[in-house]
């Protein structure tokens, strides 16, 4: 099979114009079903592939988007990147997922590569706390960027999540309601900045229908949330510093170590009279209900969050790269009853 270089060469081979292959590439349904056919055919025959972010550097808009997550290794990231992508495919752009691993000169270097490859638009969800606000704001101003999951507050042209608030007052409520009112469990040096607005959360309800907060917060820094919980839960359980039988989780990866501390300490968890400590938390981890018991948690509308990301960052590629205005988008959490709680 002949080895073709480059677009010059496949376009000598396949009789067809230089002008027209490239249109083909740049748009598919821009030429002739007839033309697109035959490149299609010639394509398979040479098995010559392009390169893809070579022939954008040349276009005036892209249609490279880049994907930003915190950390891949979260399964929730992981489910939340899916959508993103399959969203993307679906609007006719090419992603490219990246991950910065809690790491934030990592981060300033993925949204330096993406920024020399002149992408259409990116997909951020920044680390929070950690992350170089100065040095995301610059990009935001070059590269038309929509942040999702983590707010940076004023930072991006605009902003798509879930509203934490909902994720809080459901689980406080239900569990309320069915029994003893919970203590909050995080970690004291939250990764992400949604874990704050959730504890600010539980303090309003918690005062709202009347009872006395108990936050308990474990030590630990990073991503390695579930050993965190776990390392934490054992400790708390050990000295007794429960003041109730409900614990309400800031996360599913915290709550997940806290059920491995109960097993491994015998706290039988649940709901049932035989029970000593019934567990809530937030976000519906993809393997929440497949825990020991299965996880009580308040769930991310992962369709709608990426759907509406996506959507927003389109609008925002063919409004020019700028809005009026700076948006945010959130989305109500869905409370999914379950056998812990």
């Known amino acids: 099979m002949t080895k073709i ?33 035959r490149i299609e055919e010639a394509l ?18 892209t249609k490279n988007v880049g994907i930003v997550v915190p950390y891949l290794a979260d399964p929730f990231f992981a489910e939340i990147a899916r959508y993103l992508e399959q969203g993307c495919i679906a609007a006719g752009f090419r992603p490219t997922l990246f991950s910065s691993y809690g790491e934030p000169r990592l981060e300033n270097e993925i949204l330096d590569g993406l920024r020399s490859l002149k992408p259409a638009g990116v997909l951020l969800a920044p680390l ?18 929509v942040l999702f999951d983590s707010n940076l507050d004023g930072i991006g042209a605009a902003f798509v999540g879930s509203d934490n608030f909902s ?12 029994g003893e009112a919970p203590a909050f469990f995080e970690m004291r040096t939250p990764a992400n900045p949604n874990a704050n607005k959730r504890r600010t959360a539980y303090l ?3 005062g709202r229908l009347g009872f006395e907060p108990q936050v308990i917060k474990v030590e630990g820094e990073g991503w390695a949330f579930e050993e965190i919980g776990r390392a934490g839960a ?4 050990e000295r007794n510093e429960l003041r109730t039988d409900a614990v309400l989780c800031s996360n599913d990866r915290l709550a997940i170590g806290l059920l491995s501390a109960c097993y491994e300490l015998g706290v039988r968890v649940g709901r049932n009279k035989d029970c000593a400590l019934r567990v809530a938390s937030n976000d519906n981890h993809p393997f929440s209900r497949f825990t020991c018991p299965a996880l009580t948690t308040a769930a991310h509308d992962y369709d709608n969050v990426a759907g509406r990301s996506v959507e927003t960052l389109v609008h925002l590629i063919e409004s020019g790269g700028k809005f009026g205005h700076r948006t945010e988008t959130l989305f109500p959490a869905r409370l999914i009853l379950r056998e812990s709680a």
């Open 167 to 178: 994720f809080v007052s459901q689980t406080v409520e239900y569990l309320t309601r069915t």
């Open 44 to 61: 398979e025959k040479f098995d010559y592939r392009p390169n893809i972010f070579a022939i954008n550097q040349n276009r005036k808009l």
């Open 128 to 145: 929070g706390r950690a992350s170089d606000k100065a040095y995301i704001e610059r990009f935001c101003r070059d590269v038309p960027t």
């Open 234 to 237: 054992v400790k708390m359980l």
């Open 204 to 206: 309003h309800m918690m």
């Open 5 to 37: 270089k480059n677009m010059e060469e496949f376009a000598a081979l396949s009789g067809i114009s230089r002008p027209t292959v490239s249109k083909y590439f740049h748009d598919p349904d821009s030429v002739r079903a007839t033309t697109r056919a």
